[in-house]
C-alpha cells in the first residue's frame, strides 16, 4: 500500500539558524516533520534527494530522484529495473540519500540497504500517476542508448497508440526500491558554522542517539 510522504507531527526543530537540535526517540517521525517543514516554505521539489548506490565494478554513482513514500519501513522511490541505478542496486543492496533543502537550513542523510517493493504496492502507486508519465515508464529503455531525442519520442507515441483509451498497465520492468535505513543523520545549520548534527543509529533495542561535532 502506498504511504503519503507528508504525517505532520509537532516540530522539534526550529527554523533555519534557529532552535536546538530534537530530543526526539523517532527518526522517522523526525523526518516526516522537517519534510512537511520544506514543503510549506514553498521549496519546488522538497522531495528531491541524492540517492549513491555502488556500481557492478565498485564505482560509485550519485543522481538526483524524487522520494515516493516513507513510513516506519523506510524510503522508496520508483524507477526502471533497467536503469543503472537499479542494477547496482540488485548487485549490491548499499545505498546513501541526502536530502538538502537550503532555504530552511536542513540536511537529513540516510543509510541502509534497499528491496523491491511488493508487486501490488508499485501498482497502487503507477495507478496514480499521471497517464502521460504511465506512457513513458512504458516507452523509455533507461539508461541504454538512443540515436537521438526523436527516438524516444518515436517510442512514446507507438505507446500511445498501443494503449488508446484503455487502463495502462504498470510495466513488469518498472517498480520501486525500499530503503530500510541503518542511520539516520540530521543537520541544523547554525551560524559561525557551529551547525548541530545528530545522529541516529539502528539496534536491535531500536534507535541509538549520538551528537556529533560539525
Request: hydrophobic letters at 40%; proline letters at 7%.
Amino acid at each position: 500500500m502506498f504511504h503519503e510522504l507528508v504525517q505532520p507531527s509537532p516540530n522539534p526543530l526550529s527554523s533555519k539558524g534557529k532552535g536546538e537540535c530534537s530530543s526526539a526517540d523517532n527518526p522517522i517521525a523526525l523526518f516526516q516533520t522537517w519534510f512537511a517543514e520544506a514543503i510549506e516554505s514553498g521549496i519546488e521539489e522538497p522531495s528531491a534527494m541524492t540517492v549513491a548506490t555502488v556500481d557492478v565494478d565498485g564505482s560509485p554513482n550519485a543522481r538526483m530522484i524524487l522520494l515516493k513514500g516513507v513510513d516506519e519501513r523506510g524510503f522508496v522511490f520508483y524507477t526502471n529495473l533497467g536503469s543503472a541505478k537499479a542494477q547496482a542496486l540488485m548487485h549490491d543492496s548499499r545505498v546513501a540519500l541526502c536530502f538538502y533543502w537550503a532555504e530552511i537550513g536542513k540536511q537529513v542523510r540516510v543509510c541502509g540497504r534497499a528491496s523491491i517493493v511488493p508487486d501490488e504496492e508499485a501498482d497502487t502507486y503507477f495507478a496514480t500517476r499521471p497517464r502521460l508519465s504511465q506512457i513513458s515508464a512504458w516507452a523509455s529503455k533507461q539508461s541504454q542508448p538512443m540515436r537521438g531525442y526523436f527516438e524516444l519520442e518515436t517510442e512514446v507515441a507507438k505507446t500511445a497508440l498501443r494503449f488508446g483509451l484503455r487502463e495502462i498497465p504498470r510495466p513488469p520492468f518498472w517498480s520501486g526500491f525500499r530503503i530500510a535505513p541503518d542511520r539516520i543523520e540530521f543537520w541544523l545549520q547554525k551560524p559561525f558554522r557551529r551547525h548541530q548534527r545528530i545522529l541516529y543509529e539502528r539496534t536491535s533495542d531500536g534507535w541509538q542517539k549520538q551528537w556529533l561535532y560539525p
